[in-house]
């Protein structure tokens, strides 16, 4: 959708790939992840963006070895504040000494969230997957994924000493419409490290 404002409410499913696909973030192994260095890198960084900005909730998350795919919530600061969940991410994802799960009965589920289903309503159930070119607008899904893209760019340029490319250019979105649709991409994002040899990102030398 051409006119979408991307520092609004809402969710967003968002796909990220190192340049030319090249396995830079580690192995899948036995239906798992194993990150290495630069993997880690990706990881913690991506969970630090949704401890730096106060507006921004991080949901279902994973590293593959050339790509990332995770959901951003964009919600008023105060309904951030409010959400107690944790990352639903597997092991090798997971930041050191964080619990991992899908959140306890007492937690909010940022899918409960009204913004989400509002959503739902503006794009009148149109689909949206599109490759976007990060934007400047301040708070804005691509000024999130830009800055993110950016930090680990340097922080491995400092770890190798050599300044090549780490992220293939733009990155790929899908507004989530609903529950329903949210929960699905949960579930392909869960099952993506047993899914390795089968997707569509994976790794042909």
Same mark, same amino acid.
């Not at 090249?22 to 630090?48: C, H, Q």
């Not at 900005?53 to 590293?63: G, K, T």
């Not at 830009?146 to 300044?163: A, C, D, F, H």
């Given at each position: 959708?051409?006119?979408?404002?991307?520092?609004? @409410?809402?969710?967003?499913?968002?796909?990220? @790939?190192?340049?030319?696909?090249?396995?830079?973030? +580690? %192995?899948?192994?036995?239906?798992?992840?194993?990150?290495?260095?630069?993997? %880690?890198?990706?990881?913690?960084?991506?969970?630090? =963006?949704? *401890?730096?900005?106060?507006?921004?909730?991080?949901?279902?998350?994973? #590293?593959?070895?050339?790509?990332?795919? +995770?959901?951003?919530?964009?919600?008023?600061? *105060?309904? @951030?504040? /409010?959400? =107690?969940? &944790?990352?639903? #991410?597997? !092991? /090798?994802? /997971?930041?050191?000494?964080?619990?991992?799960?899908?959140?306890?009965?007492? *937690?909010?589920?940022?899918?409960?969230?009204? @913004?989400?289903?509002?959503?739902?309503?503006?794009?009148?159930?149109?689909?949206?997957?599109?490759?976007?070119?990060? =934007?400047?607008?301040?708070?804005?899904? +691509?000024?999130?994924?830009?800055?993110?893209?950016?930090?680990? =760019?340097?922080?491995?340029?400092?770890?190798? +000493?050599?300044?090549?490319?780490?992220? $293939?250019?733009?990155?790929? &979105?899908?507004?989530?419409?609903?529950? &329903?649709?949210?929960? %699905?991409?949960?579930?392909?994002?869960?099952? !993506?490290?047993?899914?390795?040899?089968?997707?569509?990102?994976?790794? $042909?030398?």
């Amino acid at each position: 959708m051409d006119n979408f404002d991307y520092s609004s @409410c809402g969710g967003y499913y968002v796909t990220i @790939c190192t340049a030319n696909r090249k396995p830079l973030f +580690g %192995e899948v192994s036995m239906d798992r992840t194993i990150l290495n260095e630069y993997g %880690e890198i990706a990881r913690d960084e991506w969970f630090r =963006t949704g *401890d730096v900005r106060p507006n921004v909730a991080i949901d279902e998350f994973v #590293v593959m070895p050339n790509h990332i795919h +995770g959901i951003i919530m964009i919600m008023p600061d *105060d309904d @951030c504040r /409010a959400l =107690t969940m &944790e990352p639903h #991410v597997d !092991n /090798a994802n /997971a930041r050191r000494g964080d619990p991992v799960g899908r959140p306890s009965s007492n *937690d909010h589920d940022p899918a409960d969230h009204p @913004c989400v289903e509002n959503v739902n309503v503006r794009l009148s159930g149109k689909r949206v997957n599109r490759r976007l070119t990060p =934007t400047l607008v301040s708070g804005s899904l +691509g000024a999130i994924i830009g800055q993110y893209k950016s930090v680990v =760019t340097k922080r491995i340029w400092k770890l190798t +000493g050599v300044k090549t490319p780490v992220w $293939q250019r733009n990155y790929y &979105e899908h507004v989530i419409r609903s529950v &329903e649709d949210l929960n %699905e991409i949960r579930k392909y994002i869960r099952e !993506n490290p047993s899914n390795w040899k089968k997707d569509e990102y994976h790794f $042909q030398s």
